[in-house]
């Protein structure tokens, strides 16, 4: 039953004076300021710059990929693109930025009234943009998950500066993971861990996942850079190194770091949901249990990235077959929470008109889409027949990037933009974003699930015309048009609301229920 | 797999589970939004919930494990997996070596005849692909009989396929990033016989 100890479990309500913080901030704010609402306003700003950046990139090999054959962008431009837009939308874009919406809200959610480390979240902000610049200058073309020894043949001369922002890359996620976890556990030992807010449950787990897998990203970076300067030959077998050595290494941090957004999105939602409901969660502590198991499970299914092969076998396939089938289990535990959360009592009319709320509804409903095909890509025999490498795959991780993690994100943007404006946003252009990036991450989805269930290999820029390819290689790149209007809207909504939009209230996100409903009646426990 | 395929068996029991869990989920989603009637559901619900998808994640596990098993146990039975295996005592109708380079696929058949762009069998065949590569990782996958599979350089792979009955060609394709020219790197799988 909800009881006080829940609502107190929900920690500080999430609410600030709206101000125009973001009109009132000066330069040296912008680049030197400790404030945690200027360092999370700096990585919320940057991380839309580098999802304009990024879908452009989409965009642009979209376009090549609407029609068989080669029209607009070369094989190798593609690939470059390919690579930038997947290092910049995951690196730049959704890692950062859910993790800045958890500076923005930590500090009041868990009461501290201040970022802890804010030197760490400066410094790795700065370490974050120079791996950006190395990356843009070097322009690499062997994908995000850079598979030597094709990653230590390809690419100009510049190449070797992608290693060193792949190096810098883990210097600044690690870096983050110290500030969340020092925030989460100041907290913790402060109100107690049975009182704990679940966005420092979120902080903790996301803390331990950067903290533990972060160094081995560095090290894959180093190891990368001097095995290309041939003064090491660890991943290059034709020099005596493994392959396998680089696959353990490297998804050790790679399957963490699909979590890595995936956490600090999650500890969003759970502060949202109950501000825009006016009530606690289903449950506290079935949400820390979720937590707690990801962050385990998140940590030893690596294997099944790069399964089967000759020595993932016997034994450890199976084990990374079952509990990778296993991470249905929090993560189902989450969507059961908050569907459970909307089922318990009225949904107040005040939260429906909500955009960030619609966000926040299709961000669960793409968790789910994302979610289930879990199911067959973790089974070694569905992934032996048409998943490894098919577009199943990034059908499964675009659900999950673009249609929970992005939409979580927006979600955390339009809620808090009263708050750093001052002003709300246009409902009408809300709207039209909501429903453009809806029905276009929709579309993109399901074209990709569908091309993967037929074969369509990942990474190409060509394709053979074959009937049930092309058709939806174009719905695909329609999609992802509307996508990008969608963020045309979103970026003229936030620009011009800034200093035309309506002011905002005392309490834009007060709680406006029906007579006789609204906020759960909330029992002595 | 072999015996992945169809509107029936393994491969389309699992997608059909992945929909109905899908639809149960939207389903939920959609009334928690609309339903008129309000109530706080009780914390059995959420262990019942917990219970069916242990027995999801057992039934998925043991099934995907027999089915890889019985793929697996022709070329454990034969021996292809151990070093010094001969194709002449092997339980397969054909065996083709393939080296796969950046970009392509060269087959040698049994007489030791190489193709740049076909693995020729008949009909039905039991055919074992010795795939190596010294290069670069690359993919190996055959769309219409359902394998695809990843291998490292210097490392052998082996899979095997039931060739499809009816002749004709068939795409073999590369399915792992393995430089500018991977769109590229395909090949024909050519069952012989009269086309129909």
Redesign the interface.
């Known amino acids: 039953?909800?009881s006080e100890l829940d609502a107190v479990r929900m920690g500080e309500m999430p609410h600030w004076e709206p101000a125009d913080v973001l009109g009132t901030m000066t330069l040296s704010n912008l680049l030197f300021s400790n404030d945690y609402r200027h360092i999370a306003l700096k990585g919320i700003l940057t991380s839309v710059v580098m999802l304009g950046l990024g879908g452009l990139m989409a965009m642009l090999f979209r376009t090549e990929l609407a029609l068989p054959d080669l029209q607009l962008i070369d094989?190798?431009p593609y690939?470059s693109l390919m690579t930038l837009h997947g290092m910049l939308m995951v690196f730049g874009f959704i890692i950062p930025l859910v993790i800045a919406l958890n500076y923005y809200m930590m500090p009041k959610v868990l009461g501290t009234g201040q970022l802890l480390l804010a030197g760490a979240a400066q410094w790795s902000y700065w370490t974050l943009i120079l791996a950006a610049v190395a990356l843009v200058i070097a322009r690499p073309?062997?994908?995000w998950t850079f598979?030597?020894?094709?990653s230590l043949?390809?690419g100009g001369d510049l190449v070797w500066l992608g290693y060193v922002a792949i190096a810098l890359v883990a210097v600044s996620e690690f870096l983050a993971g110290a500030v969340l976890m020092r925030n989460g556990w100041e907290a913790a030992t402060r109100l107690g861990w049975g009182k704990l807010p679940l966005m420092g449950w979120g902080a903790i787990s996301e803390g331990i996942l950067l903290l533990g897998s972060t160094p081995i990203l560095g090290l894959v970076g180093i190891v990368m850079l001097t095995d290309w300067l041939e003064l090491t030959a660890m991943f290059d077998?034709?020099r005596g190194g493994d392959?396998?050595t680089f696959m353990y290494m490297f998804w050790f941090y790679g399957h963490p770091a699909v979590y890595l957004p995936l956490m600090p999105a999650i500890a969003v939602l759970y502060t949202l949901l109950p501000r825009f409901l006016g009530r606690p969660v289903?449950?506290y502590w079935?949400a820390v249990i979720a937590f707690s198991l990801l962050t385990v499970l998140g940590f030893i299914v690596y294997p099944h990235h790069?399964q089967?092969?000759?020595n993932v076998s016997g034994l450890l396939q199976?084990a990374a077959?079952?509990l990778t089938?296993?991470i249905?289990?929090p993560s189902?535990?989450h969507?059961?929470n908050w569907?459970?959360s909307?089922?318990?009592?009225?949904?107040p009319r005040s939260a429906r008109r909500a955009i960030p709320f619609k966000f926040l509804?299709a961000s669960?409903?793409f968790l789910?889409?994302g979610g289930?095909?879990a199911?067959?890509n973790?089974?070694?025999?569905?992934?032996?027949?048409?998943?490894?490498?098919?577009y199943f795959v990034p059908a499964h991780f675009h659900a999950m990037f673009a249609g929970f993690m992005a939409n979580m994100a927006m979600a955390g943007i339009y809620f808090l933009y009263p708050y750093f404006t001052g002003r709300m946003y246009s409902q009408v252009l809300g709207n039209l974003h909501f429903w453009s990036w809806q029905i276009g991450i929709f579309t993109k989805v399901m074209m990709m699930y569908y091309l993967g269930y037929?074969?369509f290999?990942?990474?190409?820029?060509?394709?053979?015309d074959l009937p049930q390819w092309s058709g939806a290689q174009l719905a695909l790149t329609g999609g992802a048009y509307l996508i990008g209007l969608g963020f045309i809207v979103f970026v003229v909504n936030m620009m011009w609301s800034a200093s035309r939009g309506a002011k905002a209230t005392d309490d834009p996100w007060a709680v406006d229920a029906e007579p006789g409903?609204g906020a759960?009646p909330v029992p002595a426990e | 797999?072999e015996t992945?395929?169809g509107l029936t068996g393994?491969?389309a029991t699992?997608?059909i589970?992945?929909?109905a869990?899908?639809g149960l989920?939207?389903a939920?989603?959609f009334?928690?939004?609309f339903?008129p009637a309000?109530?706080?559901?009780p914390?059995w619900?959420?262990f019942a919930?917990?219970v069916l998808?242990?027995a999801?994640?057992w039934y998925?596990?043991r099934?995907?494990?027999e089915?890889?098993a019985a793929?697996q146990a022709p070329l454990e039975e034969s021996g292809v997996l151990e070093a010094g295996y001969d194709p002449a005592v092997g339980n397969f109708d054909r065996t083709i070596r393939v080296l796969a380079f950046q970009w392509g696929y060269a087959f040698v058949n049994e007489e030791d005849e190489i193709s740049r762009n076909a693995a020729v069998v008949k009909p039905g065949e039991r055919v074992l692909f010795s795939i190596f590569a010294?290069?670069?990782?690359h993919?190996f996958?055959i769309?219409a009989v359902?394998?695809?599979?990843?291998?490292?350089?210097?490392?052998e792979?082996n899979v095997w396929i039931r060739a499809p009955e009816k002749p004709g060609k068939y795409?073999i394709?590369?399915?792992?990033?393995?430089?500018?020219?991977?769109?590229?790197m395909?090949a024909w799988l050519v069952v012989e016989g009269a086309e129909t």
């Open positions: 039953m909800a094989a190798r690939m073309d062997f994908t598979y030597p020894p094709m043949r390809v077998p034709a392959v396998m289903w449950s079935s790069f089967p092969a000759e199976r077959q079952l089938l296993a249905f289990i189902t535990l969507v059961f569907i459970a909307l089922w318990s009592d009225e949904i509804i669960i409903f789910m889409l289930v095909t199911y067959v973790a089974q070694i025999a569905t992934d032996s027949a048409f998943v490894h490498n098919t037929v074969y290999p990942r990474w190409v820029v060509d394709y053979l409903a759960a | 797999m992945a395929l393994y491969q699992m997608m589970l992945v929909f869990v899908l989920g939207i939920a989603l009334l928690a939004l339903l309000r109530w706080r559901p914390y619900v959420e919930f917990v998808l242990l999801l994640v998925g596990d099934e995907s494990a089915v890889f793929y010294n290069d670069v990782i993919g996958n769309p359902g394998i695809t599979a990843e291998f490292d350089p210097g490392r792979r795409l394709q590369c399915l792992n990033y393995c430089g500018v020219g991977h769109a590229q395909k």
